[in-house]
T-cell receptor, first 114, second 112 residues
Framework: NAGVMQNPRHLVRRRGQEARLRCSPM?????VYWYRQLPEEGLKFMVY????????ESGMPKERFSAEFPKEGPSILRIQQVVRGDSAAYFC????????????FGDGTRLSIL | RKEVEQDPGPFNVPEGATVAFNCTYS??????FFWYRQDCRKEPKLLMS???SGNEDGRFTAQLNRASQYISLLIRDSKLSDSATYLC?????????????FGIGTKLQVIP
């Protein structure tokens, strides 16, 4: 009974490279959320997606960041031309069709920029 | 005003103490409420849902006050293992869809 699966667990990139973070929601969940957390800070909402649709991207930086949740396959958070400030833990969460249900989180991806 | 407000703490309490956290929310149309726990460098984990009538799970009691728009979490007989950050979460309609908002979290440190 797999929970939310994120990979990779750790990702190291050099400045200017691209980072791709993947998230497979729990079985039966069609809502996916991405959050960013800097050390010693709270969770910051980034984007909320349903299959093939971005519902709310109000927390996404306007440049370099994009997210998708295709009909088949995991949700992808893509960061282009990474900078040191992108170093953080990125958490994905999913919830069932009715988002009055609680979210369940993956283990997160720790992104480090050299 | 923030959509969900919590005192970040830290709350330093001795083992065995009772501690309470409050969380206020601004959207009166909010529909569901949760408490999560986050350990250092780990993912948030659901602690409990919060129901209008109040609910209890072992040493943990959650309350909702819709009139005053706040929820609370009470921890009795604190254990060292309760040390963590407690996140308040509010779901409500916003702009035609369900919006989930996390509080900044309240840090609890239980001291031997």
């Amino acid at each position: 009974n797999a929970g939310v699966m994120q990979n990779p667990r750790h990702l190291v990139r050099r400045r200017g490279q691209e980072a791709r973070l993947r998230c497979s929601p729990m079985k039966g969940h069609s809502h996916v959320y991405w959050y960013r957390q800097l050390p010693e800070e709270g969770l910051k909402f980034m984007v909320y997606l349903q299959k093939e649709n971005i519902i709310d991207e109000s927390g996404m930086p306007k440049e370099r960041f994009s997210a998708e949740f295709p009909k088949e396959g995991p949700s992808i958070l893509r960061i282009q031309q990474v900078v040191r400030g992108d170093s953080a833990a990125y958490f994905c969460a999913s919830s069932p069709v009715s988002s009055n249900q609680p979210q369940h989180f993956g283990d997160g991806t720790r992104l480090s920029i050299l | 005003r923030k959509e969900v407000e919590q005192d970040p703490g830290p709350f330093n309490v001795p083992e065995g103490a009772t501690v309470a956290f409050n969380c206020t929310y601004s959207n009166s149309a909010s529909q569901s409420f949760f408490w999560y726990r986050q350990d250092c460098r780990k993912e948030p984990k659901l602690l409990m849902s919060v129901y209008s009538s109040g609910n209890e799970d072992g040493r943990f009691t959650a309350q909702l006050n819709r009139a005053s728009q706040y929820i609370s979490l009470l921890i009795r007989d604190s254990k060292l293992s309760d040390s963590a950050t407690y996140l308040c979460v509010v779901n409500g309609k916003s702009g035609g869809y369900q919006k989930v908002t996390f509080g900044i979290g309240t840090k609890l440190q239980v001291i031997p």
